[in-house]
């Protein structure tokens, strides 16, 4: 009943910025916690962040904390991820995931979105 649809990736140099975008259509995407998923080549997909319906809780993978942000405007049915001091090794296919925040601080992804490409030179 969701569609994802990613947008924002791209290249850009080691320490660099940029912001994912996801577009979500269904009339109950504000009930629905999102997140994002990425997978690099030859890796498994790795959680990256998650924030809950209403975005009073989020989650970031330890690698991640303190370098990306997750954020969404409901009212737009927009969820972001701004994506700062970038380095190679963030170069992966960025996935958004539509799904139930689970108690604890996980969440279980149930939609998801093509991908988006980011590649971080050095």
């Known amino acids: 009943q969701v569609q994802l649809v990613e947008s924002g990736g791209g290249l850009v140099q080691a320490g660099g910025s940029l912001r994912l975008s996801c577009a979500a259509s269904?009339?109950?995407?504000?009930?629905?916690?999102m997140g994002w998923f990425r997978q690099a080549p030859e890796k498994e997909r790795e959680f990256v962040t998650a924030?809950?319906?209403?975005?009073?809780?989020?989650s970031y993978a330890d690698s991640m904390m303190g370098r990306f942000t997750i954020s969404r405007h409901n009212a737009k049915n927009t969820l972001y991820l701004q994506m700062n001091n970038l380095k190679p090794e963030d170069t992966a296919v960025y996935y958004c995931?539509?799904?139930?925040?689970?108690?604890?601080?996980?969440?279980?992804?149930?939609?998801w979105g093509q991908g988006t490409q980011v590649t971080v030179s050095s």
């Open positions: 269904g009339r109950t995407f504000s009930r629905q916690a």
């Open positions: 995931a539509a799904g139930q925040w689970v108690v604890g601080g996980s969440f279980r992804p149930d939609y």
């Open positions: 924030v809950t319906w209403n975005g009073d809780r989020t």
